[in-house]
């Protein structure tokens, strides 16, 4: 179904953008979803609006001759129009670490270089290598990590952060539920009582505004660490440099993943 | 209502708070949870028990209150056994409220606020539709009105939704789901405000729903101010009921279920009826946040959905028996 030469490309999905761009390909993205904004380039190809369930004339609109789908269950309509229409799709499920690598090299060999893939694969690969061994001596540090506050949502141990993290020298201390990110209480915060509480910015602020929160004691000894949400935001070309950032924090005193 | 159901229901309604208190993620003795109540535990056993679990109690109990005697007056005023805050628009208003602050990114403290004004508002669109329609508030117009507004709010939900983020998604559909999780003291305290004060004034105007019952031309035989009367106990319950929502999101079938269980045990006048309707509203909510926090830990399931599961097949068992 893929043409032998791809050279119209319209990506729904802000990891795959991340990485066709990091292979080069870049300049032949003819559309992306509005969440695409890594890298700043990236904001230079026209938007064709939401990732899921799409406006499949916006992206028909832009004659693509291939077009990557968030993977989701509510994007299977459209990806079976756009075949109608005659172009290739595909759906790159990107949200685990060890898929990160796989769905790389597989899009290098889409975009006629492999050679490149295989090297941002690797470039990757080996920075998480790095960060792993140099923190492999070192306490776990346990942490939670908020992402919403009503309903309390946590990473959980289906998401690449669990992965991260545990790269980074880390512990979730909600690794073992399967789902990225469930619905806890509170109350089961404090029960397994982190080392730390891990958060964006933005959710730092709240958290601290919010008096329940005094009950982790963990907060109530100030030690929240706020993450850089640049540049761990998704399993992409950035995981290396999330993993050596994460590893600062959770172990400032160690200067690792240094090169 | 004898003597004893009442000492019963607050009884019952004791215990439950205590439960409530004694039950969690984190299993405390009945010693731990009174030495924390009384300041003497340490830090982290005070912090669970006086800021999470005392807290998110206490707006259930007034949740409950609230939504029970706003049901059981406004069943009263309008003469029909599925009146209740819900169905009158009050949801839908304060759900598009709440909706619109949470998709616009606005801060937490925001979202009581917008869903208060959002059932203000509906209420007061749907009792100018019946005094238009009719030049008083027709309780069958008022009813119809309340609902159209309700559908009318769910589809402005839709819209705003649509294009919303996944997170934020997520949050307007719990809040919409209801829940005390996240209690905070300034939003109980205004809400213990609105049923004290509301429940006081509904309590008032006891006699005139006694009245009322007996069929509209009685009531003014009776020398009720009938409109007047109506009113007021439709304003002031629609309130009560608006400042539950604004407090804990949409928790649904209290206000509907609760007058019909007190009517079974033995309320008759509407003194009694209102004040045990709080009562047994509160025992119920505090009862449902615990089943909502303790079924399937980690995660919480919300209120709403607890007390829906509850109220329906005990309501449709109350219908058998009325046919």
């Given at each position: 179904m893929v043409p032998p030469r791809v050279a119209r490309i319209v990506s729904l999905d802000p990891a795959t953008t991340e990485i066709l761009f990091a292979l080069g390909a870049?300049?032949?993205?003819v559309g992306r979803d509005m969440?695409?904004?890594?890298?700043?380039?990236?904001?230079r190809v026209a938007s064709v609006g939401q990732?899921?369930?799409?406006n499949v004339e916006a992206v028909l609109a832009q004659h693509p001759d291939l077009v990557f789908l968030y993977?989701?269950?509510?994007n299977r309509g459209a990806a079976q129009r756009l075949r109608q229409a005659g172009i290739a799709v595909a759906a790159l499920k990107i949200d685990r670490i060890e898929l990160f690598d796989r769905v790389t090299r597989l899009l290098g060999r889409l975009v006629g270089d492999s050679a490149r893939g295989a090297y941002v694969a690797d470039t990757v690969r080996h920075t998480l290598d790095s960060v792993r061994a140099a923190t492999r001596s070192q306490a776990r540090v346990s942490v939670v990590m908020p992402v919403w506050d009503r309903p309390l949502i946590v990473i959980g141990g289906g998401s690449f952060m669990s992965q991260l993290v545990d790269i980074a020298g880390g512990r979730n201390?909600?690794?073992?539920?399967?789902?990225s990110s469930p619905t806890v209480t509170l109350e089961d915060v404090v029960r397994r009582n982190p080392d730390a509480v891990l958060v964006g910015p933005e959710r730092s602020m709240t958290l601290r505004a919010?008096?329940?929160?005094?009950?982790?004691p963990a907060v109530r000894a100030g030690r929240v660490l706020v993450l850089d949400t640049n540049v761990v935001?998704?399993?992409?070309?950035?995981l290396g440099e999330g993993a050596v950032s994460l590893a600062r924090l959770l172990h400032p005193l160690h200067p690792q993943g240094a090169h | 209502m004898s003597r004893s159901h009442w000492t019963m229901l607050c009884l019952a309604l004791l215990a439950a708070i205590a439960l409530a208190l004694a039950i969690g993620t984190i299993g405390y003795t009945p010693a731990d949870t009174w030495r924390a109540l009384t300041g003497q535990a340490d830090a982290t056993t005070t912090l669970v028990i006086r800021e999470l679990r005392l807290r998110r109690t206490i707006l259930a109990a007034l949740l409950g209150a609230g939504l029970g005697i706003s049901g059981a007056a406004l069943q009263g005023v309008l003469?029909?056994?599925?009146?209740?805050p819900y169905l009158l628009g009050v949801s839908g208003g304060a759900a598009v409220g709440a909706v619109l602050a949470v998709v616009a990114g606005?801060?937490?403290?925001?979202v009581p606020i917008a869903a208060f004004a959002g059932a203000a508002l509906a209420v007061a669109l749907a009792l100018f539709v019946a005094h238009a329609a009719h030049g008083r508030a027709d309780p069958r117009v008022l009813i119809m009105a309340g609902v159209v507004v309700g559908a009318f709010a769910n589809a402005a939900i839709m819209i705003l939704l649509a294009n919303a983020s996944e997170s934020r998604v997520r949050g307007a559909v719990w809040w919409m789901m209801g829940s005390?999780?996240?209690?905070?003291w300034s939003e109980t305290a205004w809400l213990g405000l609105y049923v004290v004060v509301g429940g006081a004034v509904l309590v008032t105007t006891a006699r005139s729903l006694d009245a009322i019952a007996l069929g509209e031309d009685s009531a003014a035989g009776l020398g009720v101010d009938v409109d007047r009367v109506s009113r007021r106990i439709y304003l002031t319950a629609s309130l009560v009921a608006a400042a539950t929502v604004a407090a804990a999101g949409l928790v649904g079938f209290v206000g509907l279920v609760v007058p019909h269980i007190v009517r079974r045990i033995g309320a008759s006048g509407h003194r009694t009826l209102l004040v045990a309707s709080a009562l047994m509203g509160a025992l119920l909510t505090v009862l449902a946040d615990i089943v909502a926090r303790a079924a399937m830990p980690p995660t919480e399931l919300p209120l709403g959905a607890i007390t829906a599961v509850v109220g329906v097949p005990f309501f449709l068992a109350t219908l058998r028996r009325l046919t």
């Open positions: 870049g300049d032949r993205l969440y695409s904004h890594w890298p700043a380039a990236a904001e990732g899921l369930r799409p993977p989701s269950q509510d201390i909600y690794d073992s539920l399967p789902e919010n008096p329940s929160w005094r009950a982790v935001l998704r399993p992409a070309v950035r | 003469r029909n056994a599925l009146a209740e606005m801060s937490y403290a925001f005390v999780a996240d209690a905070r």
